[in-house]
């Protein structure tokens, strides 16, 4: 047997893993098809939001109070800064998503809060251009995950404790054996381990992950980054939501590494295509998804240049109702599914990686995982299986 657990994935979430992992004294083995950073799939740049006053529901309190102890954690023991407090600041109508909803999670966890109207969040953030019968939820304890330097941190502990990493490797077939899984690498070397946790975002869809792929959708989706009016600055900008009347939803967060202070910008239920994460070649934006967002930055975000200074696609992995996947498989209980994180997974990775562990070992998670098991698209894969095959 190579190891106890082989990783597929050295994303966010395979890195959470790996670290997890190592901390239990596990002999841990993580494989990455690509190098150790790369600008593949989901978990590359430099930010990511991390929020508790979450709008997309009150299942994920317990893995997001978790991931933020962890996240505090993984700061500590780095001993340097991976997390930067800008706070949050969520806003929409009385009528839509966002504030209503991410207000109820708010008061359920305990989370503090402050509703705002337009004429204070106009003072508080000047910004952002609302109109009068908007509202702001806001959210001081929401921070910006420097996420590119927090993966590689989270790596380095996990090496720390004896974690082996092997990059420019892909694995390519999975056969279960009689103690364990055989995996097979593209380069033909064969693997042995007890358990396999497969964490290959938007990979997920291939030939590895039995008994899912029917229900994992990979999409691409473009990113923008926009230049702060010089009159404002970025000094004080927060990690923000902002939902139109229409329903669209906008995220963005200041980043200050790579020369000049920005502001990356994109749409979370927009502008999404199915994507072929295996497509290295093309990271263009079509001008007219450019012209919209410049279209809506003008409009919501008055104290920006409305001309985006860069962009690029990003890809991430869609379930049919947005969740994520934490899971034995339902082929193999030897097999364990993570990282489907419907483009919001970042924030849970250091919870992920550790209830991923969990269910590697045969431990009982930190979390309960009832609300992100496979059982729940058991109706799309009765229907995926009867379907005619052309
Ligand atoms: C533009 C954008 C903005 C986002 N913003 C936020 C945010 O603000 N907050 C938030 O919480 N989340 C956010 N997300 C979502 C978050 O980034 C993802 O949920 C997260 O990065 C998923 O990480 P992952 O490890 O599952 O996947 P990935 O990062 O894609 O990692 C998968 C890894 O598996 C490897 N791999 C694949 N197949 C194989 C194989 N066969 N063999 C070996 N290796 C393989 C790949 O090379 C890759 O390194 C955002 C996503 C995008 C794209």
Known sequence: MNCDVLVV??????????????????????????GPTHRYGSSHGESRIFRRAYWEGAAYLPLLNRANELWAELEEA?????????????????EGGVVPLGRRTARLGGIEHEVWNAARLADRFPWFGVDEGMTALYEPGAYTVLAARARLAMLDAAVRRRARLRFGDEAE????????????????????CGVVVLATGPWMQGALAIGLGHVLAPVRVPVYWFRADHRLGIEGFPAFLYESAGGGVVYGVPEWGGGAP?????????QQRPGDPQNTTSHAVAPRFRREMAAVVSRILTGVDPEPVSWRQCYYTLTPDGGFVIDRSPADPRVVHVSACSGHGFKFATAVGECAAALALGEPASVDLSPFTSARFEEERQISRSAPRT
């Open 78 to 94: 780095h001993g340097d800064t991976l997390l930067v407090r800008t706070g949050g600041v969520f806003i929409g109508s009385g």
């Open 173 to 192: 077939r999975l056969r279960p054996v009689v103690d364990g899984v055989e995996v097979r690498l593209r380069s033909g070397e064969k693997i042995s």
């Open 9 to 34: 994935g050295a994303g966010v979430v395979g890195a959470a893993t790996t670290w997890a992992l190592a901390e239990r004294g596990a002999r841990v083995l993580t494989l990455d098809a690509h």
């Open 262 to 270: 920005r502001i990356k910008v994109g749409f979370h239920n927009r």
